[in-house]
């Protein structure tokens, strides 16, 4: 499947989800991914953005 991400964060946290998704995706826009990836990769990144949350 193809997804497209959008953040909502900001100050400190868009630097943290930045780094995260640059792994798995290519930016598109500021705060905006595009990327193929599998339901297996989804969820581990979906994991990944849990970690990292602060609120």
Do not use: F, N
């Not at 964060?9 to 598109?28: N, P």
């Amino acid at each position: 499947m193809h997804i497209l991400l959008v953040s909502a964060c900001e100050k400190r946290a868009i630097k943290k989800t930045r780094a995260l998704l640059d792994s798995y995706a290519l930016r598109v826009g500021e705060k905006t991914w595009s990327t193929p990836i599998t339901q297996e990769a989804l969820t581990e990144l979906r994991t990944a953005l849990k970690k990292t949350a602060t609120r």
